[in-house]
């Protein structure tokens, strides 16, 4: 373990923007997996009180994709299609909808608080809230900018953590980024790897 902190040191002295950059990540990503995680906790509810909890919301996504008053330009009919699955699978599957719901949003959040497949929980976390704002749940805009910035830069968010660690053990590289993120102004990329030695790329 001394040897990766080691490693991550010498990473955040190559330059002092990517050490801001994995600063403000790594907490930027503990708040936003926490909040995640207590949603998730929130829920947890739902999986006890004998009600399905996701039905109002799934009535309300599908209102919103074709209820009467939409009218969107869809020429393959996707509204629809989906419109059909949500009645036809998820809300007759209402125990099971809940199920996942509160498991993916737990999951969502303690994978990205401890730095593990952020890009994929990302993506996870991009469908989950985009079918909220589709059932009229409109505060997750800002969730789904955060989630497209995490999946853009896994590896600033993750460099302190999990998958961070896992890079380290395998000797792969610890942090790719466009040398002009670095102070002698070159444009190559660059690399630390996880023995902390510079590589061109």
């Given at each position: 373990m001394s040897g990766y902190m080691k490693a991550v040191g010498a990473e955040m002295k190559k330059s002092w923007i990517n050490a801001i950059f994995v600063i403000l990540f790594t907490v930027g990503r503990i708040v936003f997996g926490w909040a995640w995680l207590n949603a998730g906790i929130e829920k947890?509810?739902?999986?006890?009180?004998?009600?399905?909890?996701?039905?109002?919301?799934i009535k309300g996504l599908v209102a919103n994709l074709v209820g009467p008053s939409v009218k969107r330009f869809d020429p393959l009919g996707l509204n629809h299609l989906y419109a059909w699955i949500a009645n036809s699978i998820f809300i007759p599957?209402?125990?099971l909808t809940d199920f996942l719901v509160v498991f993916l949003e737990i999951f969502?959040?303690?994978f990205i608080i401890f730095g593990?497949?952020?890009f994929w929980s990302a993506l996870v976390a991009v469908f989950m809230n985009l079918q909220y704002i589709t059932a009229g749940s409109y505060n997750n805009f800002g969730y789904i900018w955060t989630d497209l910035i995490l999946m853009k830069f896994p590896r600033y968010a993750d460099l302190i953590g999990i998958d961070g660690y896992i890079r380290y053990r395998k000797g792969k590289e610890l942090l790719s980024?466009?040398?002009?993120f670095s102070d002698n102004g070159d444009h190559d990329l660059v690399?630390?790897?996880g023995k902390g030695?510079?590589?061109k790329m």
């Open positions: 947890l509810s739902w999986l006890t009180d004998g009600k399905p909890d996701s039905v109002g919301l599957m209402s125990g969502v959040g303690l593990f497949q952020i980024v466009p040398k002009w690399s630390i790897n030695r510079a590589a």
